[in-house]
């Protein structure tokens, strides 16, 4: 959130109708040179969200993020969290990696496998370049900036991911997209793959219009979510997503929730790698989301011939980072945000997963149709990698840890794989 303050609202320029379509047009030409992908202007009136952010939160489906109580209807008040707010610039920006192979999206078929190799980490696709929160802001500030060299007196301030903003109601009410069932945005062009964020204004601009919802009687976020997290259509239970689970919540991972997280160690894309919009999600232009080597496998200079093989990165090299090396390998990411604790008890759980999968491949053929086997070597790495933090320093730590190794017991007899 930007520290720059509105002007009180007895400064705020004035338009006449023509000036203010010259104006927007200007600004989305500012905002495509900077790199965004769409720029839309949103009123300030969210009052038919209220209900829904009171009930949400009355459920208590925000869990731990007591921030999101903390503003209350303000949220869904963008004149009452910032007086003077006029009207409301929204912008969305694609973060697919640039080198995304998105012909035919194949690079969801791609995400897709990822999951099927449990003895690799799956981090999600936005967190895998640079922190998208200070690129956001940085150009949000440009934007704003060269507005208000345009028109003089401006005042503003610039939001992008954060609690006080209700960021998809402002994207759907300025026709940025609609909201899918899953609670994300949604774009005919471009799918959900994108960062929003926003500029609140003195200046009063005509909303631009609205989408129509293209969800219609699909429901596969809804089927595919491992943990049940959306409860029903538009709602989602921030306490069952893995999403928070992995990057929000702080404590111990509910012990009922550990083995429908799978091979996810930071984030989850599931509900979006499954929706039929996103086979046209877009590369970004930004060099900024390009993937940096040890996020995605793990190690830095990976090999380009096992990236060809669509190998990913295994999660007993993500375990083994220190601590120096995880701020090292995250430095300038959204990951280094949970630190190394939460990142190590992450992977276990991981671990314990790939233990689960590995000893219960003879319990039943159905448990093994849908995950590539681990052969006896892997499933070695694993288990000796986790004895070897069993003697960290956090509990915390250590908990998962041995809830990982205990998995090994909670099913039957090794399959005998080679
Ligand atoms: S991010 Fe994952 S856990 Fe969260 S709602 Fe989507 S599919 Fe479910
Ligand atoms: S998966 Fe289907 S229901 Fe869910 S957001 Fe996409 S289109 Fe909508």
């Known amino acids: 959130m930007s520290s720059v303050k509105l002007n009180p609202l007895q400064d705020k320029p004035v338009l006449d109708p023509p000036e203010k379509l010259r104006l927007l047009e200007q600004i989305q030409q500012w905002g495509k040179e900077l790199g965004f992908s769409q720029i839309g202007v949103a009123s300030v ?3 038919h969200a209220e209900q829904g952010l009171i009930n949400w939160l009355s459920e208590g489906f925000h869990g731990e993020m007591q921030y999101m109580q903390t503003h209350g209807l303000k949220r869904a008040r963008p004149a009452e969290l910032v007086p003077g707010t006029l009207s409301v610039i929204t912008a969305r920006m694609n973060y697919l990696p640039r080198n995304t192979s998105t012909v035919d999206g194949y690079w969801l078929t791609q995400e897709l496998s990822r999951l099927e190799r449990k003895d690799e980490g799956v981090v999600s696709v936005y967190a895998r370049g640079r922190d998208y929160h200070k690129v956001m802001r940085q150009r949000l500030d440009r934007l704003a900036q060269k507005i208000q060299e345009s028109v003089g007196r401006l005042g503003y301030r610039v939001f992008t991911d954060s609690a006080p903003v209700l960021e998809v109601e402002l994207g759907v009410q300025s026709g940025l997209g609609w909201r899918g069932k899953h609670t994300l945005l949604l774009n005919r062009d471009s799918g959900s793959m994108f960062f929003l964020g926003e500029i609140y204004i003195n200046l009063l601009l005509e909303p631009t219009p609205k989408q129509e919802a293209h969800c219609g009687t699909c429901n596969a976020c809804l089927d595919v979510c491992p943990t049940g997290a959306i409860t029903k259509p538009y709602v989602v239970d921030a306490r069952k997503c893995i999403s928070y689970l992995t990057i929000e919540h702080q404590g111990s991972i509910p012990l009922e929730l ?26 970004t232009e930004l060099e900024d989301f390009d993937v940096r080597d040890e996020l995605i496998f793990g190690v830095k200079n990976f090999p380009k011939s096992d990236q060809l093989i669509n190998r990913g990165g295994k999660l007993v090299d993500y375990f083994s980072w220190t601590e120096d090396e995880f701020d090292l390998n995250t430095r300038g990411t959204a990951i280094r945000r949970i630190g190394h604790e939460r990142w190590l008890r992450n992977i276990a759980v991981a671990m314990g997963n790939a233990l689960a999968s590995y000893y219960s491949q003879n319990l039943s053929q159905s448990n093994i149709k849908n995950h590539l086997p681990l052969s006896n070597v892997e499933i070695g790495e694993i288990e000796q990698s986790l004895h070897g933090r069993l003697n960290h320093p956090s509990s915390l730590v250590v908990e998962h840890v041995k809830w990982a190794l205990s998995q090994k017991d909670s099913v039957s007899q090794p399959a005998q794989t080679p």
């Open 45 to 47: 009136d969210l009052t």
């Open 258 to 283: 550990r083995r429908k997280i799978g091979n996810h160690i930071y984030g989850c894309d599931d509900c979006q790698t499954v929706c039929p919009w996103n086979k046209y999600a877009q590369p």
